[in-house]
């Protein structure tokens, strides 16, 4: 079983690889000052610079969660998504409206990613 973990505390790992999958933590943005398209830019730019640190990319994603603050917000968020997923290579997905852990946030994403074949 090959088991590693990286940009860890002792608290989290950010980036977490078992055999040939990539778990990637929660991702939140770095400016909560942004609206819901900034910030979530801003998460998905750090999931794309946390794939490929391990060597994947969104081309591979298996699965997504994503926590908002407010479902009036899904669709500025869905945008963004819809502009970054891969169309024809979309993983499953789930979103839902919760308190994240600072007020300002508006959005937090977990993604799991296959590594490509060699």
Not at 32 to 54: F, H, K, N
Not at 91 to 110: D, G, Q
Request: charge should be negative; aromatic fraction near 6%.
């Amino acid at each position: 079983m090959s088991l590693s973990h990286h940009d860890s505390n002792t608290r989290m790992s950010q980036i977490t690889i078992h055999n040939d999958t990539v778990y990637l933590a929660g991702q939140v943005p770095a400016d909560d000052t942004a609206d819901m398209q900034g910030q979530t830019e801003q998460v998905l730019a750090r999931i794309d610079e946390l794939l490929d640190r391990a060597g994947t990319s969104k081309e591979h994603l298996i699965a997504v969660q994503i926590w908002i603050a407010s479902m009036t917000e899904f669709e500025q968020m869905n945008a963004v998504w819809d502009d970054w997923v891969v169309a024809d290579r979309p993983p499953v997905r789930a979103c839902v409206e919760a308190r994240l852990a600072k007020p300002e946030w508006k959005v937090e994403i977990m993604v799991t990613a296959a590594l490509p074949e060699a």
